[in-house]
């Protein structure tokens, strides 16, 4: 098809389709980049709320429920009066509406062996525990199962109490050594004793700028589609009608047809100056007919 042969209405709609696809690719990949950045920044706000909750629930367990339990009772070691297990806990509850996060408090010497810090944590405690004003570190990892997003926290030993069952076995309930060993030992106070980790993987960010950009782009291309139509009414009756008008009386005088009417002259715009100088034409050949008729 040759562009040049389609007609007036044809090749504007050609040339506004292309421009408005070229434009929705560009804005397709600039909204992608900055919601990428935004939903990252989104992921990351929620992850520092569930950093906040866990702390406040470990707060909780340190000042209101390790005074009112035991250690242990009946021989057997209440898990639910250390910190650590209640945050976990609290989060594995948390994940049912957020099942994309993943929580661990990570130590190099923690009670609990599940909770020992693997080889690409280990980094991060050893920089919270050399620098003691770096507060967070965010970054990303390669896994099995694609990249994920990770947010790192220090604890410090602040409380005292805290101590009383990781200083030394010998003042450490009996219990807690038979369920969990002679780990977790040693702690001193403003320690960093462990890292909050909590890690989410890429695709999420990723989904959820998607879905924010798909629904961007559409209603952009929707308001196209109706600039389009609207452009093509206010062409054919500001544009293509006068023109058709006078392509037809142009072709009536070509055929010696001098008593056509005018066309008519509406406003001051370049189709109504092209219509004012053709009237004066046609009326200025019409006089100029008669005179030689005489």
Same mark, same amino acid.
Not at 101 to 107: D, I, R
Not at 228 to 238: A, D, F, G, Q
């Given at each position: 098809m040759n562009f040049l042969s389609l007609r007036l209405v044809p090749k504007f709609n050609l040339i506004f389709i292309v421009v408005s696809l070229a434009g929705l690719l560009l804005a397709g990949w600039v909204f992608n980049a900055l919601l990428q950045r935004q939903a990252r920044e989104h992921v990351l706000s929620d992850a520092r709320l569930m950093m906040q909750s866990a702390l406040a629930v470990r707060k909780y367990t340190n000042t209101r429920i390790r005074p009112q339990l035991p250690f242990e009772r009946n021989g057997k070691f209440v898990a639910e009066t250390v910190p650590a297990f209640s945050a976990t806990?609290?989060?594995?509850?948390?994940?049912?509406?957020?099942?994309?996060?993943?929580?661990?408090?990570?130590?190099?010497?923690?009670?609990?062996r599940k909770h020992i810090a693997t080889k690409w944590e280990e980094p991060l405690l050893n920089r919270f525990r050399k620098d003691s004003t770096l507060k967070e570190i965010v970054g990303t990892r390669a896994t099995p199962r694609g990249p994920y997003l990770y947010l790192a926290r220090p604890i410090r030993i602040k409380d005292k109490s805290c101590l009383q069952c990781?200083?030394?076995?010998?003042?450490?309930?009996?219990?807690?050594?038979?369920?969990? %060993?002679? =780990?977790?030992? %040693?702690?001193?106070?403003?320690?960093?004793?462990?890292?909050?980790?909590?890690?989410?993987? #890429?695709?999420?960010?990723?989904?959820?700028?998607?879905?924010?950009?798909?629904? #961007?782009?559409?209603?952009?291309?929707?308001?196209?589609?109706?600039?389009?139509?609207?452009?093509?009414?206010?062409?054919?009756?500001?544009?293509?009608?006068?023109?058709?008008?006078?392509?037809?009386?142009?072709?009536?005088?070509?055929? =010696?047809?001098?008593?056509?009417?005018?066309?008519?002259?509406r406003g001051n715009d370049e189709i109504a100056t092209l219509s004012g100088s053709f009237n004066r034409m046609h009326r200025s050949l019409r006089q100029a007919i008669k005179m030689l008729d005489e």
């Open positions: 806990r609290t989060f594995e509850y948390l994940r049912e509406g957020y099942p994309d996060y993943f929580y661990k408090e990570a130590s190099l010497n923690p009670t609990n990781h200083t030394t076995p010998a003042m450490a309930p009996a219990s807690q050594i038979r369920e969990y %060993g002679k =780990g977790g030992f %040693g702690w001193k106070l403003n320690e960093v004793v462990a890292a909050q980790v909590v890690s989410v993987p #890429m695709t999420l960010p990723q989904r959820m700028a998607r879905r924010i950009s798909g629904l #961007m782009l559409g209603a952009l291309a929707a308001v196209l589609i109706l600039t389009l139509v609207i452009l093509n009414v206010m062409l054919r009756v500001i544009v293509v009608q006068p023109v058709t008008r006078l392509s037809h009386i142009a072709d009536e005088i070509s055929k =010696g047809n001098l008593e056509v009417e005018d066309l008519p002259v």
